[in-house]
């Protein structure tokens, strides 16, 4: 009986290097897992922000121009259009869907006419809204505002929230928006996110390593635009939830574990017997 006990026995410890193993190989070092690495040396060594985060307008935007003005009897011709409302003092136009941009850059504005947005700053087009409000001798002293409506980001991938994200204002970060979608999942690949963007005629894809600081913070998709796309990629094939490398260590790990628990009974009984 004792010479099978210590033949199990010499088992156990391959059987226990095999579990410890299966772990190891299994976890992710903690390095690769947290964000914005050496960022704490900005504190003493502040970094001077050079990304231009102003929006400019690009086709398929949707602009709400709203025209403001102390006297309101001026703003009565906009709001006898059908696309023009007229609330007190000021006028929205086209305050429901927004003028839409054409391919070419253009918006059709009622009452003045096609205008060149694309490629404009939201005030940039502002001041030549007033301008043609004032050259025309519509409004005398015109406030306008114009907002982007509609801008919107998607994050797909490794995230726990993916899907398209509708933004009110026009600044986000890359890691607002990753914030936005309930940040990486630990299958994330935290250090190579890819982010591809639309820049006029071109398809642009830059990567961030988010466990870097420097690399974030400089990044030139630090500061998301309309329509860019963020994907998170998952970690190698072991650490994708549903793969085959990983469910094959799932059931291996799980028969060690459930031989060495028979071992281990099987040897409480020898030494129970033998005494």
Same mark, same amino acid.
């Given at each position: 009986?004792?010479?099978?006990?210590?033949?199990?026995?010499?088992?156990?410890?391959?059987?226990?290097?095999?579990?410890? $193993?299966?772990?190891?190989?299994?976890?992710?070092?903690?390095?690769?897992?947290?964000?914005?690495?050496?960022?704490?040396?900005?504190?003493?060594?502040?970094?001077?922000?050079?990304?231009?985060?102003?929006?400019?307008?690009?086709?398929?935007?949707?602009?709400?121009?709203?025209?403001?003005?102390?006297?309101?009897?001026?703003?009565?011709?906009?709001?006898?259009?059908?696309?023009?409302?007229?609330?007190?003092?000021?006028?929205?136009?086209?305050?429901?869907?927004?003028?839409?941009?054409?391919?070419?850059?253009?918006?059709?504005?009622?009452?003045?006419?096609?205008?060149?947005?694309?490629?404009?700053?939201?005030?940039?087009?502002?001041?030549?809204?007033?301008?043609?409000?004032?050259?025309?001798?519509?409004?005398?002293?015109?406030?306008?505002?114009?907002?982007?409506?509609?801008?919107?980001?998607?994050?797909?991938?490794?995230? !726990?929230?993916?899907?398209?994200?509708?933004?009110?204002?026009?600044?986000?970060?890359?890691?607002?928006?990753?914030?936005?979608?309930?940040?990486?999942?630990?299958?994330?690949?935290?250090? !190579?996110?890819?982010?591809?963007?639309?820049?006029?005629?071109?398809?642009?894809?830059?990567?961030?390593? $988010?466990?870097?600081?420097?690399?974030?913070?400089?990044?030139?998709?630090?500061?998301?635009?309309?329509?860019?796309?963020?994907?998170?990629?998952?970690?190698?094939?072991?650490?994708?939830?549903?793969?085959?490398?990983?469910?094959?260590?799932?059931?291996?790990?799980?028969?060690?574990?459930?031989?060495?628990?028979? $071992?281990?009974?099987?040897?409480?009984?020898?030494?129970?017997?033998?005494?």
């Amino acid at each position: 009986m004792l010479n099978c006990y210590f033949r199990q026995m010499k088992y156990i410890p391959k059987i226990l290097l095999a579990v410890i $193993l299966v772990g190891l190989v299994s976890c992710v070092p903690s390095k690769k897992m947290v964000y914005l690495q050496g960022a704490d040396g900005l504190e003493q060594s502040p970094q001077t922000i050079v990304q231009d985060y102003e929006l400019k307008i690009v086709p398929d935007d949707q602009l709400l121009i709203t025209v403001s003005s102390k006297d309101g009897e001026l703003l009565e011709i906009f709001s006898n259009s059908q696309v023009l409302g007229s609330t007190g003092a000021s006028t929205t136009i086209q305050e429901t869907v927004g003028l839409r941009v054409d391919k070419d850059g253009k918006i059709e504005v009622p009452i003045l006419g096609e205008m060149q947005a694309g490629g404009l700053s939201r005030r940039e087009l502002a001041d030549a809204v007033e301008n043609k409000l004032i050259e025309g001798e519509y409004v005398k002293d015109p406030v306008v505002n114009v907002q982007i409506k509609g801008f919107k980001v998607s994050v797909m991938g490794e995230v !726990n929230s993916p899907g398209v994200q509708t933004i009110s204002g026009d600044r986000i970060t890359l890691l607002e928006a990753l914030t936005m979608a309930g940040d990486l999942t630990p299958s994330g690949k935290r250090d !190579n996110i890819l982010v591809i963007r639309e820049d006029g005629d071109q398809r642009k894809t830059y990567t961030v390593d $988010l466990t870097s600081g420097e690399k974030v913070l400089e990044s030139p998709c630090y500061y998301l635009k309309q329509n860019d796309v963020i994907y998170v990629q998952p970690n190698k094939s072991i650490g994708v939830k549903g793969s085959s490398t990983l469910s094959f260590i799932s059931a291996g790990s799980s028969i060690i574990s459930l031989v060495a628990s028979v $071992l281990s009974i099987v040897s409480m009984i020898i030494v129970l017997k033998d005494k």
